[in-house]
T-cell receptor, first 113, second 108 residues
Framework: DAGVTQSPTHLIKTRGQQVTLRCSPISGHKSVSWYQQVLGQGPQFIFQ???????GRGNFPDRFSARQFPNYSSELNVNALLLGDSALYLCASSLVSGRYEQYFGPGTRLTVT | KNEVEQSPQNLTAQEGEFITINCSYSVGISALHWLQQHPGGGIVSLFM???GKKKHGRLIATINIQEKHSSLHITASHPRDSAVYICAVDYNNNDMRFGAGTRLTVKP
């Protein structure tokens, strides 16, 4: 079975641009979470979606938004990119929301110049 | 101050040594995770704990809910164990908070 997949693998954008990152969860998993990991730090929680509804939001500005589709895949959008948005963006899926083991994708490395 | 504190930040060991990584958190949680991250970014979930102790191969994880503390032990360490080990906690509002990670290097 395929694990969590993310696309693209790497991305280079310019300040002020917008970016969309994509995540496909493990088949049967209905919950998707997004995390930002800046180099040298632990990941930070951005969003969790379950059954197409936002179930949790971290301390990120409104420039960050996400959605989950009927097939449970998800997109993370970041508008008006800043240099500080350069990071590894990780997606994780789990069967349901709550205290369940999460399975992480390989991440999308975003570089903002 | 990070709500999830890990120690040590960096750890170098010789092959075969017993390793302990510690994690402390500040408020009540619903579960605690130990994760392994290799160079390049991929994260693997090692354990999810809400109480007691779990063992998988050479890895053992324990949690003390009253003391808000967890430990990850690696017995008979091997160079392939070299990675960053991250402690993360689940709060009841579906928020997940991560420690900064412990970088482990095991030398042959």
């Amino acid at each position: 079975d395929a694990g969590v997949t993310q696309s693209p693998t790497h991305l280079i954008k310019t300040r002020g641009q917008q970016v969309t990152l994509r995540c496909s969860p493990i088949s049967g998993h209905k919950s998707v979470s997004w995390y930002q990991q800046v180099l040298g730090q632990g990941p930070q929680f951005i969003f969790q979606y379950y059954e197409k509804e936002e179930r949790g939001r971290g301390n990120f500005p409104d420039r960050f938004s996400a959605r989950q589709f009927p097939n449970y895949s998800s997109e993370l959008n970041v508008n008006a990119l800043l240099l500080g948005d350069s990071a590894l963006y990780l997606c994780a899926s789990s069967l349901v929301s709550g205290r369940y083991e999460q399975y992480f994708g390989p991440g999308t490395r975003l570089t903002v110049t | 101050k990070n709500e999830v504190e890990q120690s040590p930040q960096n750890l170098t060991a010789q092959e075969g040594e017993f390793i302990t990584i510690n994690c402390s958190y500040s408020v009540g949680i619903s579960a605690l995770h130990w994760l392994q991250q290799h160079p390049g970014g991929g994260i693997v979930s090692l354990f999810m704990l809400s109480s007691g102790k779990k063992k998988h191969g050479r890895l053992i994880a324990t949690i003390n809910i009253q003391e808000k503390h967890s430990s990850l032990h690696i017995t008979a360490s091997h160079p392939r164990d070299s990675a960053v080990y991250i402690c993360a906690v689940d709060y009841n509002n579906n928020d997940m908070r991560f420690g900064a990670g412990t970088r482990l290097t095991v030398k042959p």
